[in-house]
């Protein structure tokens, strides 16, 4: 119950920034002043608590970590050569990298493993986020940007280094998860948390309700058609990877690895909306496959609880 009323609320905010922007609330100049706010400061601030957070010492010996890390890599691959498949602009396949690796963790992932699991399911989701933080927020933004670029030779992999590691929210989240990994997130001082937290919290509802004022419902079926390559990678393929990669090298409890999997299988992060439109990628794009594959992750996600639940016993 305490899963199905989180996505509600989810769906919520989202259809409230749908309204918004269809009564006039939220305007076209509007929708600019959001998208900046969230991309000049809140952000920023939400990859920073995330690094922040990172605590090395959650992981327990390294197998599992380069396990899970390698099957995450593995999928990336397959998600560079499947999106090359598709006639696809650079700025929508940058999307495509994007989102590919990138779940909802936090807003989707973590209610569904505790509903799911009870807390050895959140304590397994957090481990999962420990050990994925750092290239969550590193590689598919690299990536993205050579897509963006539209080759992948030298000099336009370097120049994706140089835009990638300028962007403030990246080097925010850097800077996070070096204080995390170095133990120093303690020594913050409590009001300047205090401050983060509320400022994270109104970039989660700002990027919600900027995803709601960008759909276009009625064109719901059309949007499917357009986007299902990306859902197939990021709600099918990209668990069945990681999945694979832990029948191979079985590293960690079977509670673990389910939660790997299903975490897998979760929707692309709210924030990659906000990130498209930032490095200039395909922004309304982003945001209806975001939205898209939130609603179609709360199906697909029974089948990957079934399966996984049925192999790692």
């Known amino acids: 119950m305490s899963g199905f009323l989180t996505n509600l609320v989810i769906f919520i ?35 920073f608590k995330s690094g922040a957070g990172f605590d090395a010492s959650m992981i327990h010996g390294w197998s599992f970590a380069a396990v899970m890390l390698g099957g995450y890599a593995a999928a990336t691959v397959v998600l560079w050569f499947f999106s090359g498949l598709f006639k696809m602009p650079p700025a929508r396949r940058a999307v495509s990298m994007l989102t590919g690796v990138r779940p909802n963790a936090v807003f989707i992932g973590l ?33 993205a940007q050579i897509a963006l670029n539209g080759k992948a030779d030298m000099k336009s992999v370097r120049d994706a280094f140089l835009k990638t590691f300028q962007n403030r929210i990246l080097l925010a989240g850097l800077f996070g998860l070096f204080l995390g990994a170095m133990g120093w997130t303690p020594y913050i001082p409590q009001w300047v948390m205090r401050t983060l937290n509320v400022l994270g919290n ?13 759909l276009h419902p009625e064109r719901l ?33 079977p509670v673990l690895l389910r939660v790997t999997v299903v975490g897998a299988a979760v929707a692309p992060a709210f924030n990659c909306f906000i990130l498209a439109r930032g490095f200039g990628m395909d922004g309304d794009y982003a945001a209806m496959l975001v939205a898209s594959s939130t609603l179609l992750c709360m199906g697909t996600l029974l089948f990957w609880m079934e399966l996984t639940t049925r192999v790692f016993v």
């Open 13 to 47: 905010v989202i259809g409230l920034g749908w309204y918004m922007r269809r009564v006039g609330t939220i305007t076209e100049a509007g929708m600019k002043d959001i998208n900046a706010m969230l991309y000049s400061l809140l952000m920023p601030v939400m990859f």
């Open 111 to 143: 209610p569904v493993m505790t509903l799911w699991l009870g807390q050895a399911g959140t304590e397994a989701h957090l481990l999962c986020i420990a050990v994925g933080t750092p290239y969550f927020n590193v590689i598919p933004l690299l990536l």
């Open 202 to 214: 109104c970039g989660n509802g700002l990027a919600m309700l900027a995803i709601g004022a960008a």
């Open 221 to 253: 079926l059309d949007d499917v058609k357009i986007a299902w390559p990306d859902m197939l990678m990021k709600l099918f393929i990209h668990p069945a990877i990681i999945m694979a990669a832990f029948m191979l090298f079985p590293a960690g409890s």
